[in-house]
């Protein structure tokens, strides 16, 4: 059975870091690909950042800039640190596992196999 976890959500004023972890259990990691998205009130999910097994990444336009996907295969553990927050990034965050084949990082949910019971992130002055 295949679970992920996410942790490390909560409240940060504008400007502030956060940093999400998702441990996954049931799942060949190393040779996952893995993805954050979010989906705020009202409106659709979209694909934040995505990594490979490679340790290949894509991001969204919005947050490459601020945004980090790292991976430790020893801990079967992806993370999202993200930097410079603004209320924009205010939404539910998560975390999801797929092998890695066709476009390994696709920001697609569609892509995506298994997901996460999602974790709050809130942004505000």
């Known amino acids: 059975q295949v679970q992920l976890v996410e942790s490390g959500g909560g409240s940060v004023q504008i400007g502030g870091s956060l940093r999400l972890s998702c441990i996954v259990n049931?799942?060949?990691?190393?040779?996952?690909?893995m993805g954050w998205f979010r989906q705020a009130p009202g409106k659709e999910r979209e694909g934040v950042a995505a990594?490979?097994?490679?340790?290949?990444?894509s991001y969204l336009d919005d947050v490459k800039d601020r945004f980090s996907i790292t991976k430790d295969n020893a801990e079967n553990t992806l993370y999202l640190q993200m930097h410079s927050l603004a209320p924009r990034d205010t939404a539910t965050y998560f975390c999801?596992?797929?092998?890695?084949?066709?476009?390994?990082?696709?920001?697609?949910?569609?892509?995506?196999?298994?997901w996460g019971q999602g974790i709050q992130v809130t942004v505000s002055s």
């Open positions: 990594i490979d097994y490679r340790g290949l990444a």
């Open positions: 999801a596992v797929r092998p890695s084949l066709g476009s390994p990082t696709s920001l697609r949910g569609d892509d995506y196999q298994y």
């Open positions: 049931g799942f060949v990691f190393s040779r996952a690909s």
